[in-house]
């Protein structure tokens, strides 16, 4: 089964690759007001259904992928 | 408006950040089959509409967001 996960900074936390982002995108000429990274992670997992993957995928977020401190996770199961 | 950039290794290309995290999460338990990170970049910018500020987001890609030999990138526009 497949998941992908997005974990970003949370809000108010400071992002410098962000603000790297935003400050090169300006010089480059874009209008750009806000600009937050975080991490994509694509996954390929065992599971025997949806819900399973889905609490397996937030349990390695809790575990690996995110610092609840500082970031948010986001889950998609993509079947 | 808002958008969404998911930026990922392609197929084939190498990805270490990828394999570190794979490898976590085997040593962890869990049974992962593959794992493969990229960015996800959150945008605030100014468009008059959805058409101008994917096509914005497009060429935010190709001249800085995204390596386009060793990476691909999907836009969202949230509105």
Same mark, same amino acid.
């Given at each position: 089964?497949?998941?992908? =996960?997005?974990?970003?900074?949370?809000?108010?936390?400071? $992002?410098?690759?962000?603000?790297? +982002? %935003?400050?090169?995108?300006? &010089? /480059?000429?874009?209008?750009?007001?806000?600009?937050?990274?975080?991490?994509? =992670?694509?996954?390929?997992?065992?599971?025997?259904?949806? $819900?399973?993957?889905?609490?397996? +995928? %937030?349990?390695?977020?809790? &575990? /690996?992928?995110?610092?609840?401190?500082?970031?948010?996770?986001?889950?998609?199961?993509?079947?």
């Amino acid at each position: 089964m497949k998941a992908t =996960v997005l974990v970003r900074p949370k809000e108010g936390i400071l $992002d410098p690759p962000g603000e790297a +982002v %935003e400050g090169s995108l300006r &010089k /480059l000429g874009f209008s750009v007001a806000d600009a937050r990274v975080g991490k994509v =992670v694509d996954l390929e997992l065992e599971a025997a259904n949806a $819900d399973e993957a889905r609490k397996q +995928v %937030e349990a390695m977020c809790e &575990k /690996l992928l995110a610092n609840p401190l500082i970031e948010t996770y986001e889950v998609v199961i993509d079947g």
